[in-house]
């Protein structure tokens, strides 16, 4: 692990998802009730085959939102419902939320308002109670980090490594939005620091930038499962990005996976600006992450009872590890998946 | 709640526990496993008879904790005492913690095995699993958000609303000396900033050093409790001063407190550094914080059951509300309680 003469290994020789393993590696688990540790969307407890699950989440000012453009009470609500995205995401059902913030005093108890009001909205939308939580000074940034809490029945939690080969692959809603969004507000910003008479123009923008201001977890998707009497194979959120998630559910089932591009489903409003951008559309939707969607395999005849109705796509299939991670083109090439992930600045 | 022309109401004219119910007052709770909300050491969650308590901290870099004298394995420790000690505040036991990180490429991956190396010490200390967390990128400074879970039967949980006139008040172990180990590594680090030769002298103060470095949670004073069948009518852990946790118990039960000065629990060597320091060794213990002792009240019939020799302290007793919260001076002065709690920098 170490360096030459430093003895310093910098965090990007191990990338975000190393590095948890790395760290991790020693942990032991030492009480029956902890069934799953570190490594998928949520911790799973075990109470005799009713479960609670947790998942947590850390958003910094500068790194994961930017209050130029971020209204607070969109930022609330969102910091509760990517987490929830993560319950779901084992096919859960989220029932509460614990919420800490670091404030400094160029915040007013109006701004702060906003912020409840926001989270509030979202507690509401999806059932869930806040029942506690730490509120701190910061010095540097705004920081906000949000904990959610999750029953399932032991035997319909779905987690990351279940995935067999010959399962479908499915995806709900589309992909590449969020992302579309974040550059477009970007832009706005740059411009608008540049001239401040400039306003923004968002016209004809507004689905892409509610994906990325305001995005939804999934809830409905869980629902539709339940009353199809589906259980997914494997399921994850999409929060880095359909290549990276995708990933996931490979290495922890073992398995491989052949993609369509061709079937990947992507917003009309996404697609243009993305041209418009000169990007392509397939990278923003395979590498943009923040959609927030549920991706998940199926057997082949849970496959069949999904119809594009219910805003579920079957987008590839699960295939043996040796053939790797890959995305057919339309024009039938085949493409290596690359993870995303981060690595600090 | 509006200040006049600018509608802008500064955090500080509410405080921080002004502020917290303030933010929270208008949620409501929906789910029946919700049986307690914000405003105590950590979240309830009943599953029939058998519950899941829940605790979180943020921890931020030149907040809480300075690099400069804290080594990391210390407060990877600390991070995760902190919170276990909230768990034990409600009669529990911690069973589990998810543990999120933001992280600069200032931070080498050794840099974080040592950070792990002590949460992983206070998990094994403890009992308690790893099952999750975030790891993510900062931009301005190290932060650590931890949240614990734990388990309590529901007729053994202790809220701090349950304090009747009569009670005894008792606290754990000793107090002030978390603060005393605080001004002393601020002494040394100012004139080491002045003089890079002169190397820290904390020769004779290890224990006060120890215990703002590497504090404990009063595990043992749950188990010893439990040993003794006894039960406290209210808890909660000292992290803000004895004055400020006592006055959360009183308001939160609707009675008042007489706190005796001389029954206060003050080790010797952070009465002589207070002195030392011109600083009066009792406001230290009332106000300095950072003790994670045990503070608690008891019916009078199980305080009579508590010795000295297992650590716990007899320190006053609950008075009715009308008569204030306040300390019986050695020379038998009648002083009222403040309390600290935070305002944003």
Same mark, same amino acid.
């Given at each position: 692990?170490?360096?030459?003469?430093?003895?310093?290994?910098?965090?990007?020789?191990?990338?975000?998802?190393?590095?948890?393993?790395?760290?991790?590696?020693?942990?032991?688990?030492?009480?029956?009730?902890?069934?799953?540790?570190?490594?998928?969307?949520?911790?799973?407890?075990?109470?005799?085959?009713?479960?609670?699950?947790?998942?947590?989440?850390?958003?910094?000012?500068?790194?994961?939102?930017?209050?130029?453009?971020?209204?607070?009470?969109?930022?609330?609500?969102?910091?509760?419902?990517?987490?929830?995205?993560?319950?779901?995401?084992?096919?859960?059902?989220? *029932?509460?939320?614990?919420?800490?913030?670091?404030?400094?005093?160029?915040?007013?108890?109006?701004?702060? %308002?906003?912020?409840?009001?926001?989270?509030?909205?979202?507690?509401?939308?999806?059932?869930?109670?806040?029942?506690?939580?730490? *509120?701190?000074?910061?010095?540097?940034?705004?920081?906000?980090?949000?904990?959610?809490?999750?029953?399932?029945?032991?035997?319909?939690?779905?987690?990351?490594?279940?995935?067999?080969?010959?399962?479908?692959?499915?995806?709900?809603?589309?992909?590449?939005?969020?992302?579309?969004?974040?550059?477009?507000?970007?832009?706005?910003?740059?411009?608008?620091?540049?001239?401040?008479?400039?306003?923004?123009?968002?016209?004809?923008?507004?689905?892409?930038?509610?994906?990325?201001?305001?995005?939804?977890?999934?809830?409905?998707?869980?629902?539709?499962? %339940?009353?199809?009497?589906?259980?997914?194979?494997?399921?994850?959120?999409?929060?880095?990005?359909?290549?990276?998630?995708?990933?996931?559910?490979?290495?922890?089932?073992?398995?491989?996976?052949?993609?369509?591009?061709?079937?990947?489903?992507?917003?009309?409003?996404?697609?243009?600006?993305?041209?418009?951008?000169?990007?392509?559309?397939?990278?923003?939707?395979?590498?943009?992450?923040?959609?927030? %969607?549920?991706?998940?395999?199926?057997? %082949?005849?849970?496959?069949?009872?999904?119809?594009?109705?219910?805003?579920?796509?079957?987008?590839?299939?699960?295939?043996?590890?040796?053939?790797?991670?890959?995305?057919?083109?339309?024009?039938?090439?085949?493409?290596?998946?690359?993870?995303?992930?981060?690595?600090?600045?």
């Amino acid at each position: 692990m170490e360096s030459q003469d430093t003895g310093r290994t910098e965090i990007s020789e191990l990338g975000e998802f190393g590095l948890i393993d790395h760290l991790t590696q020693t942990f032991r688990i030492s009480n029956r009730s902890s069934v799953y540790g570190v490594g998928d969307d949520a911790g799973v407890i075990d109470h005799d085959g009713f479960c609670t699950l947790i998942s947590t989440d850390l958003l910094l000012e500068g790194v994961h939102f930017d209050l130029m453009y971020c209204p607070l009470k969109h930022l609330g609500y969102k910091s509760i419902v990517v987490n929830l995205s993560d319950i779901y995401a084992m096919n859960g059902t989220p *029932t509460q939320v614990t919420v800490s913030i670091g404030i400094s005093n160029r915040f007013s108890v109006e701004a702060l %308002e906003d912020l409840y009001a926001g989270m509030q909205a979202a507690c509401e939308a999806h059932g869930v109670d806040l029942i506690g939580g730490d *509120t701190t000074t910061s010095l540097k940034g705004f920081v906000i980090s949000v904990t959610a809490i999750g029953t399932a029945k032991k035997d319909k939690i779905v987690y990351r490594r279940g995935a067999k080969v010959g399962d479908k692959i499915a995806v709900s809603g589309d992909l590449g939005a969020a992302f579309m969004g974040l550059q477009l507000l970007e832009r706005e910003k740059s411009i608008f620091l540049e001239n401040n008479q400039i306003q923004p123009d968002l016209e004809g923008q507004e689905y892409v930038v509610g994906r990325q201001l305001k995005p939804e977890a999934r809830k409905d998707i869980v629902e539709i499962l %339940e009353r199809l009497q589906i259980v997914p194979t494997a399921m994850i959120d999409v929060s880095d990005g359909l290549s990276s998630e995708i990933m996931h559910i490979c290495k922890q089932s073992g398995v491989g996976c052949l993609l369509k591009e061709a079937e990947i489903p992507i917003d009309q409003e996404t697609y243009h600006l993305a041209l418009k951008f000169n990007l392509d559309p397939i990278t923003c939707a395979m590498n943009g992450g923040e959609d927030y %969607e549920l991706l998940f395999t199926l057997t %082949e005849e849970d496959a069949a009872n999904i119809t594009e109705e219910v805003g579920i796509k079957i987008i590839g299939e699960i295939v043996p590890a040796s053939q790797g991670c890959t995305l057919e083109s339309k024009a039938g090439k085949i493409h290596h998946l690359k993870a995303q992930g981060w690595n600090p600045l």
